[in-house]
């Protein structure tokens, strides 16, 4: 299994980002994709993810309304579209697959980790 993350970058409070995660040797439709980040110090939180099974869809308060995810079944390929960044999304962010959306809920490890990519918010 392997989970490609991409987008990651330095950006202006109030800017946007896309995250874009390829994923390959899984079956695709049968699994959640998502986003957990890590703070330094900190243990990872799970942030978004959708249900590539019935299109449930998961994000943690703090980016409810900013953050929105989609999934492209042709290209295997979950976007996380970040909008009206804060510098408080400073993070690594980790690209994920799991079987539910549990994991992210409750931030617990998911099936597979993809690598991270750092989102740095300047104030």
């Known amino acids: 299994v392997q989970l490609q993350a991409s987008g990651g970058g330095l950006v202006q409070a109030g800017g946007s980002l896309t995250l874009s995660c390829a994923a390959s040797?899984?079956?695709?439709?049968?699994?959640?994709i998502g986003w957990f980040r890590q703070y330094p110090g900190k243990e990872r939180e799970g942030v978004s993810c959708?249900?590539?099974?019935?299109?449930?869809?998961y994000y943690t308060d703090s980016v409810q309304g900013r953050f929105t995810i989609s999934s492209d079944h042709a290209s295997n390929t979950v976007h996380l579209q970040m909008n009206d960044l804060k510098p408080e999304d400073t993070a690594v962010y980790y690209c994920?697959?799991?079987?539910?959306?549990?994991?992210?809920?409750?931030?617990?490890?998911?099936?597979?980790w993809g690598q991270g990519t750092l989102v740095t918010v300047s104030s």
């Open positions: 994920s697959a799991d079987r539910t959306v549990v994991a992210y809920r409750y931030s617990l490890p998911p099936d597979y």
């Open positions: 040797g899984l079956a695709f439709d049968d699994y959640v």
């Open positions: 959708i249900s590539n099974m019935d299109g449930e869809i």
